[in-house]
């Protein structure tokens, strides 16, 4: 088919004849294409019959199609709509795509909540190549394998989210007789956003006791008649989903008052010191504590005997393992 020319009557005309008689006909009898008669209608639409002259049209004046701006006019945006922009820009920026493909499937799980035509400015996509995407079935990557990727899910959903793609890999070529590669398991677990759970490493709890163990002057009798009598001091384990903190109490077996208490992230000696010594001072610097610690490093050591003899307490050491004796921690 060549190329035509029509004058703004002919365009006129036949916009007249495409209302009474549909596109079919229109295009058949006058043998023009659909883009250019969609064209005339949208700039009737948009600047009126003077659009229709030579040299007036969208092409010539590189007006484009309404919905489709270059820039959003924010003064002509309602408060609700801004909102919304504004909510959309921070639900995008928690993905923050880098690939295309990746920012067509951003714009897929949000389509619901937003306009597209907004996700696809924000994320510098058209959407005319999103929608070629979204009906070519979606495809994360080229040889994107809708089968694959089930197989994938559904065995790390198995076993509940412990495997990595390395473990993966062997029991899907084991299970399947396939020759998978890790790498291709991992971009399918990461174009799915599939992350295994990290195991916490468990803290070591096996810590060298000094050379300096004490009597247990106590011997199991935790009776006392006033305060500042019998004293205890113990490091507790305070196990979270992410660390380990550690926590110095001194007791007064009298009332069951915890004198004072002290956390750390780690088992440094300082902070059962200073539990100590926050310890003796709110309670008047005594000078007739005796004070039951356990066999552990922190209360066996020359720094732990020299502060105690400074502040004139007398140190008693429980029996290892005997776990009645340190039954006082937990009442």
Same mark, same amino acid.
């Given at each position: 088919m060549g190329t035509k020319w029509f004058t703004k009557n002919e365009k006129l005309n036949i916009l007249k004849y495409y209302k009474e !008689?549909?596109?079919a006909k229109t295009i058949k009898k006058f043998e023009i294409s659909t883009p250019t008669l969609s064209?005339?209608?949208?700039?009737?639409?948009?600047?009126?019959?003077?659009?229709?002259?030579?040299? /007036?049209?969208l092409q010539s004046k590189g007006i484009r199609r309404p919905g489709r701006p270059k820039n959003l006019n924010f003064e002509?945006?309602?408060?609700?709509?801004?909102?919304?922009?504004?909510?959309?820009?921070?639900?995008?920026?928690? *993905?923050?795509?880098?690939?295309?493909?990746?920012?067509?499937?951003?714009?897929?799980?949000?389509?619901?909540?937003?306009?597209?035509?907004?996700?696809?400015?924000?994320? /510098?996509? *058209?959407?005319?190549?999103?929608y070629k995407w979204f009906n070519a079935g979606m495809k994360l990557f080229n040889k994107w394998n809708n089968t694959i990727a089930k197989?994938?899910?559904?065995?790390f959903l198995t076993f509940k989210k412990i495997y990595g793609y390395n473990m993966l890999t062997l029991i899907i070529n084991k299970l399947y007789n396939w020759n998978l590669k890790p790498h291709i398991v991992y971009r399918y677990m990461k174009n799915m956003n599939l992350k295994s759970i990290i195991r916490i490493k468990k803290f070591n709890y096996k810590l060298s006791s000094g050379n300096k163990r004490h009597e247990n002057i106590m011997n199991q009798d935790?009776?006392?008649?006033?305060? /500042?009598?019998?004293?205890?001091?113990?490091?507790?384990?305070?196990?979270? *989903?992410?660390?380990?903190?550690?926590?110095?109490?001194?007791?007064?077996?009298?009332?069951?008052?915890?004198?004072?208490?002290?956390?750390s992230n780690n088992l440094e000696k300082e902070f059962v010191f200073k539990n100590i010594i926050n310890s003796w001072v709110k309670a008047g610097k005594p000078s007739t504590?005796?004070?039951?610690?356990?066999?552990?490093f922190h209360y066996t050591n020359s720094d732990y005997e020299k502060l105690c003899n400074y502040l004139g307490i007398t140190i008693s050491m429980s029996?290892?393992? !005997? *776990?009645?004796?340190n039954y006082w921690k937990s009442t």
């Open positions: !008689n549909g596109w064209r005339w209608k949208k700039a009737v639409k948009i600047s009126g019959e003077k659009a229709l002259e030579p040299g /007036n049209g002509l945006m309602t408060k609700k709509e801004l909102i919304e922009y504004i909510e959309m820009i921070q639900d995008v920026k928690k *993905s923050l795509p880098k690939s295309k493909k990746k920012k067509f499937q951003t714009i897929w799980s949000l389509k619901k909540k937003y306009k597209i035509k907004y996700l696809c400015k924000i994320l /510098n996509v *058209s959407r005319a190549g999103y197989i994938v899910k559904t065995l935790f009776s006392t008649t006033d305060i /500042n009598q019998k004293i205890g001091t113990d490091i507790i384990y305070l196990l979270t *989903s992410d660390k380990t903190y550690f926590l110095s109490i001194v007791k007064d077996f009298h009332t069951n008052e915890i004198l004072d208490y002290q956390i504590w005796v004070l039951q610690s356990d066999q552990g029996r290892r393992g !005997n *776990s009645y004796e």
